[in-house]
C-alpha cells in the first residue's frame, strides 16, 4: 500500500510539520512518502506529479490558504484513479466536517483533531487490522451516509511522537524555514482564536526538545520558527531553550 502525504505551501521556503508527524508515528506500520508543493505550481504539474507514482492512498494537509485548490485537485485525482483514497486533515476541515463531506464527495475520509493517533488507526484499518468503527475522530462514508466517529482524545504525552528530525538529510532543508513547536495548546481561551477549541497546554520534555534542536543545529538549518501559541507562558522552559541555543 503506498501512501502519500502532501499538502500546498504558501512559499516554496515553508515546510510542513503535520505530514512530518503523522510520517513519524506510523513509520513501523508503513513507509509514507512526503511531497511538497506550493500555490504557486500549476495544478496539472502536481496532479501530474501525484499520478506518476500510482499512490493507493493520499493524505492532504489543508489550511485557509490551499483548501480551494487541494479539493480541486482531489476532484481532479479521484477522475483520472477512481480507486485512489482520498482523506483530508487539518483545520480547514476539522472544524465542520460532515459538511466538509457533503461538499466534496470525491474525499473518502476526514481526520479530525490532532492527526498522529487518528492516522495511525486509520492505517491500521487500511491494513486490515482494525474496524472503522474503533477509528476515533475519523469521519467516513458508509453506503452513502456520512459517518462521524466519537473524537480522539488529546495525547497526552508528546514524546510518544518520534521525532522527524532524526538521520536528517540536510537537502531537505536547504533554504527552507523548520517549523518548530515545543508545546501544544495555550492558556488562554480567546474566542476568536482556533486555539481555544483545545483545552490545556502540553509540553515536549526539554530533553527531548534539546536533542531535535541539536539534530537541526547539526544539520545547518538556517532558520527555525517556534509555532507554540505561547512560547513563554513556561518561562523556565523558555529560558532553558534560549540558553540551549546560544550556547550551541
Known amino acids: 500500500m503506498k501512501i502519500l502525504l502532501t499538502t500546498l505551501n504558501s512559499k516554496f521556503i515553508h515546510t510542513n510539520l503535520a505530514i512530518r508527524y503523522l510520517k513519524s508515528y506510523t513509520k513501523d506500520l508503513v513507509d509514507a512518502d512526503i511531497r511538497e508543493y506550493t500555490i504557486n505550481n500549476d495544478l496539472d504539474y502536481i496532479l501530474k506529479d501525484i499520478y ?9 494537509s489543508t489550511y485557509i490558504w490551499n ?6 485537485l482531489c476532484e481532479n485525482i479521484k477522475k483520472v484513479k477512481p480507486n485512489t483514497i482520498i482523506g483530508l486533515g487539518g483545520p480547514e476541515v ?5 459538511n466538509a463531506m457533503e461538499k466534496y464527495p470525491f474525499v473518502d475520509y476526514i481526520l479530525c483533531g490532532e492527526g498522529e493517533l487518528v492516522f495511525r488507526d486509520l492505517v491500521m484499518y487500511l491494513q486490515g487490522n482494525k474496524n472503522i468503527e474503533d477509528v476515533e475522530g475519523i469521519v467516513y462514508r458508509n453506503n452513502g451516509e456520512i459517518v462521524v ?10 514524546d510518544e511522537i518520534p521525532s522527524p528530525y532524526e538521520n536528517l538529510d540536510p537537502k531537505e532543508y536547504e533554504n527552507r524555514i523548520v517549523y518548530y513547536e515545543t508545546s501544544r495548546g495555550c492558556p488562554f481561551n480567546c ?3 482556533l486555539s481555544s477549541t483545545l483545552k490545556g497546554l502540553r509540553y515536549f520534555s526539554i530533553d527531548r526538545v534539546k536533542k531535535d534542536l ?4 547539526d544539520a545547518r538549518v538556517s532558520q527555525i520558527k517556534f509555532i507554540d501559541r505561547t512560547f513563554n507562558a513556561n518561562k523556565k522552559f523558555a529560558k532553558e531553550i534560549m540558553n540551549f541555543l546560544m550556547e550551541n
Open 191 to 193: 474566542q476568536y482564536c
Open 67 to 72: 483548501v480551494l485548490d487541494i479539493v480541486k
Open 52 to 60: 506518476k507514482n500510482d499512490y493507493d492512498v493520499i493524505l492532504f
Open 149 to 158: 466517529n466519537r473524537p480522539k482524545e488529546l495525547l497526552q504525552n508528546l
Open 94 to 98: 476539522t472544524y465542520d466536517s460532515e
Open 214 to 217: 541539536k539534530a537541526l543545529i
